[in-house]
T-cell receptor, first 112, second 111 residues
C-alpha cells in the first residue's frame, strides 16, 4: 500500500548546527507535503508545507525541498536552537482527497 | 488552533466499558479525522468523515465506530474498551487548502 518513509528516527545536533530530515513517498499522485512539529505532550502543529508545483520553500530558519522525480522531500532547519527539540512528522497527500499519509516521525534533540 | 476542541482531555476507564470521545469544530470544515498515537507508530488513522453521516474506515478501525450527525461534531466510540486501546487520540480537520489541523488530544487509559 501507499506509505511514507521517514529518516532518521532520531537525530541529535549541536546548537547552531543544521538538521535535515528526509521523507520518501510511494504514491506518485501525491501533490501536497506538509511538515508537523510535535512538542512533548502537545498536538502536532504545521510548520511548513510545499506543493508539487514548487521545488523549494523557505520560512526563516526552516526550508523544505521536493524532488518529484525521486519522490523525496526534506526538511532543513538551520541554526538550530534548543526550542527546536521535538518530534517532526512529514506527510504526503493528494489534494481534494481524504488521503493523508504520515511518516513515523523523527525525534530531534538540539544539544546546548 | 483552527477552532478544534476535544472532550474529555483525559479519561481512565475499565476493560469492557463503552467510551465516547468527542471532537468539536467551529469552522464548518468538511473533512474530519480520528487518529491514535502510540510510541513507535506515529499517527494512525482510525476513521474519517467527509460530511454529515458520511464516514469511512482508516487503517486501524477494528474496535472503533464513529458518527457525524452534525458538521461540527465527530464522535469516536469504543464499544467495549480493551487495554490495547490505551493511547492518545487526536481529532483533526482538513481545511480548503488541504492542510490538517489537530485538536489538543485525549489521553485514554484502559485498565
Amino acid at each position: 500500500g501507499e506509505n511514507v518513509e521517514q529518516h532518521p528516527s532520531t537525530l541529535s545536533v549541536q546548537e547552531g548546527d543544521s538538521a535535515v530530515i528526509k521523507c520518501t513517498y510511494s504514491d506518485s499522485a501525491s501533490n501536497y507535503f506538509p511538515w508537523y512539529k510535535q512538542e512533548l505532550g502537545k498536538r502536532p502543529q504545521l510548520i511548513i508545507d510545499i506543493r508539487s508545483n514548487v521545488g523549494e520553500k523557505k520560512d526563516q530558519r526552516i526550508a523544505v525541498t521536493l524532488n518529484k522525480t525521486a519522490k523525496h522531500f526534506s526538511l532543513h532547519i538551520t541554526e538550530t536552537q534548543p526550542e527546536d527539540s521535538a518530534v517532526y512528522f512529514c506527510a504526503a497527500s493528494r489534494e481534494g482527497t481524504y488521503k493523508y499519509i504520515f511518516g513515523t516521525g523523527t525525534r530531534l534533540k538540539v544539544l546546548a | 488552533d483552527a477552532g478544534i476542541t476535544q472532550s474529555p482531555r483525559h479519561k481512565v476507564t475499565e476493560t469492557g466499558t463503552p467510551v465516547t470521545l468527542r471532537c468539536h469544530q467551529t469552522e464548518n470544515h468538511r473533512y474530519m479525522y480520528w487518529y491514535r498515537q502510540d510510541p513507535g507508530h506515529g499517527l494512525r488513522l482510525i476513521h474519517y468523515s467527509y460530511g454529515v453521516k458520511d464516514t469511512d474506515k482508516g487503517e486501524v478501525s477494528d474496535g472503533y465506530s464513529v458518527s457525524r450527525s452534525k458538521t461540527e461534531d465527530f464522535l469516536l466510540t469504543l464499544e467495549s474498551a480493551t487495554s490495547s486501546q490505551t493511547s492518545v487520540y487526536f481529532c483533526a480537520i482538513r481545511d480548503r487548502a488541504d492542510t490538517q489541523y489537530f485538536g489538543p488530544g485525549t489521553r485514554l487509559t484502559v485498565l
